[in-house]
């Protein structure tokens, strides 16, 4: 359910920041096509492994389930190959989107490039030891850092979505700008909280007291933005306007 619901909520965030990225009608179908049928298929063949209880990753068994393990290979090599191109496109300069709303996309892309190669971390220790003879090894530690991946993935969604609602404030370019960058910070703090934890296989109730607070205030600035957006009102007759301006 988690890998499932992590998947929805990444390609719903990617259709939805494509929409920014200076790219042909032709282009943005082709490679949103591909990453759709690339989540749908990790998704449908997880699901199928998990349904008859075995390791979906990692697992050449039997020969279904090396035919498992290899399409799953395949299809996160296309989910690399579009998440690469999106991240180069998001870098080129396109004036009809605000800067603010271009540097989040651009944060959110590098960091899900970062979640995508500790993925492939994962798999490449996973199938090392599996080679070398010793697959429950591969099953027990090849995920661990999966929270990580989980953390960095999700920034293109997170940092994204702030920057959009934020151009909807009555806000100068400069003042959404710092507050994107603000929020960069403490979503950093967060993943790097994670990461270190992670490394070091601290359980999250024996996390040292200087980690519990780069975490809560990590948090704390990422609300505190969300919560200043919240606070500034706009006219109803500019929200029309700059409706009809994003469409």
Same mark, same amino acid.
């Given at each position: 359910?988690?890998?499932?619901?992590?998947?929805?909520?990444?390609?719903?965030?990617?259709? +939805?920041?494509?929409?920014?990225?200076?790219?042909?009608?032709?282009?943005?179908?082709?490679?949103?096509?591909?990453?759709?049928?690339?989540?749908?298929?990790?998704?449908?063949?997880?699901?199928?492994?998990? +349904?008859?209880?075995?390791?979906?990753?990692?697992?050449?068994?039997?020969?279904?389930?090396?035919?498992?393990?290899?399409?799953?290979?395949?299809?996160?090599?296309?989910?690399?190959?579009?998440?690469?191109?999106?991240?180069?496109?998001?870098?080129?300069?396109?004036?009809?989107?605000?800067?603010?709303?271009?540097?989040?996309?651009?944060?959110?892309?590098?960091?899900?490039?970062?979640?995508?190669?500790?993925?492939?971390?994962?798999?490449?220790?996973?199938?090392?030891?599996?080679? @070398?003879?010793?697959?429950?090894?591969?099953?027990?530690?090849?995920?661990?850092?999966?929270?990580?991946?989980?953390?960095?993935?999700?920034?293109?969604?997170?940092?994204?979505?702030? @920057?959009?609602?934020?151009?909807?404030?009555?806000?100068?370019?400069?003042?959404?700008?710092?507050?994107?960058?603000? !929020?960069? !910070?403490?979503?950093?703090?967060?993943?790097?909280?994670?990461?270190?934890?992670?490394?070091?296989?601290?359980?999250?109730?024996?996390?040292?007291?200087?980690?519990?607070?780069?975490?809560?205030?990590?948090?704390?600035?990422?609300?505190?933005?969300?919560?200043?957006? !919240?606070?500034?009102?706009?006219?109803?007759?500019?929200?029309?306007?700059?409706?009809?301006? +994003?469409?």
């Amino acid at each position: 359910m988690t890998f499932g619901l992590s998947f929805g909520l990444t390609l719903i965030s990617i259709v +939805w920041v494509t929409s920014f990225l200076h790219l042909r009608a032709r282009a943005r179908a082709l490679l949103l096509g591909v990453f759709t049928a690339a989540c749908a298929l990790e998704t449908v063949l997880v699901t199928v492994q998990a +349904w008859r209880g075995v390791p979906s990753h990692f697992n050449l068994e039997t020969t279904f389930d090396g035919l498992v393990a290899r399409t799953l290979a395949g299809g996160g090599f296309a989910l690399v190959a579009v998440i690469v191109v999106l991240t180069l496109t998001s870098f080129r300069a396109n004036a009809a989107v605000p800067f603010s709303l271009r540097l989040a996309i651009r944060i959110g892309f590098v960091a899900l490039v970062g979640a995508v190669i500790v993925g492939a971390l994962m798999i490449a220790k996973g199938m090392r030891l599996v080679f @070398a003879g010793d697959p429950q090894a591969a099953y027990a530690t090849g995920g661990t850092l999966k929270p990580i991946h989980g953390a960095a993935m999700h920034a293109i969604l997170v940092l994204p979505a702030l @920057a959009w609602a934020l151009s909807f404030t009555d806000w100068t370019e400069r003042a959404r700008t710092r507050a994107v960058l603000l !929020a960069t !910070a403490g979503y950093a703090a967060i993943v790097g909280v994670v990461g270190v934890a992670t490394l070091a296989h601290i359980e999250p109730e024996e996390l040292p007291l200087a980690l519990i607070t780069t975490g809560a205030l990590g948090s704390a600035i990422l609300l505190a933005t969300a919560a200043r957006r !919240a606070s500034a009102r706009q006219p109803r007759s500019r929200l029309r306007a700059k409706g009809r301006e +994003w469409r």
